[in-house]
């Protein structure tokens, strides 16, 4: 008697065989359902109309938020406005949209944000990570830095729109996150540092002291989106800033919307 075999000609590789596929199927769909928890089901660009589920949808996956804020589930959120200002190129999906409106107000490619919570990232201990440098836990400027508080501002039309009326750091990382921009007119924005670069006196030449912001023009500091709380940025706030900088490198003039070549 040949002990390998379990049941007639069934035997031990069989099994491991049978065991090793029916593992994989099962990997296969598990893996499938865990992809889908979230932008699922699929929605139609074009119409917003919702597709229907299918085998593979999972169910609702839910986060919980620290701090006491409860529970966060994707699903449960809004959807976003498809009725944007544009007009696609050509009709058919994936056409991409060429805007009809200010693009970088409206949210159009590099300028796209996220509807994201509307209350500040905060800290390990729950304080607001992002607040004016005098508002921070002891945060300063390095005395072999420049202050930048006072210094002319000049947009990318080399224009002066303004000075820095105050620097906005980052309590976890100790960086500075936003300088605040007083302009002519008396409007206060944020501009990410990102974007900005500090040009100091040298030794062998007479330039002047002063921040260049390239990204926007001196008249698009007027449209940044504003604070609607003094001393706080939120999550909702950051993402449309940092859009409307970061889609001026591409809309706020003519020209590098167009072809390089």
Known sequence: MNHAYIVGTFDVAELAFLLFFGFFIALVFYLNKESRREGYPLEDEETGKIHPGSLFDGDKKSFQLPHGRGTYVPEDVAR??????????????????????????????????????????????????????????????????????????????KQIVGKVSDIWVDQAEHIIRYLEVETTTGKKVLAPMMVAAVQTKGFFDDKPELVEIDAITAAQFEDVPALETAGIITRYEEDRVQAYFGGGYMYATPERSEAWI
Do not use: C
């Not at 949209?97 to 300028?111: C, E, S």
């Not at 729950?126 to 006072?150: C, F, K, T, Y």
């Open 80 to 157: 976003d406005d498809i009725n944007v200002p544009a007009v696609q190129a050509f009709r058919g999906a994936g056409a991409p949209f060429v805007p009809t409106g200010n693009p970088m107000k409206d949210g159009m490619g590099p300028a796209a944000w996220a509807n994201r919570s509307k209350y500040p990232d905060l800290t390990f201990d729950g304080r607001p990570r992002i607040v004016p440098i005098a508002q921070s836990h002891e945060l300063i400027v390095s005395p072999n830095d420049p202050e930048l508080i006072g210094w002319p501002v000049m947009a990318a039309d």
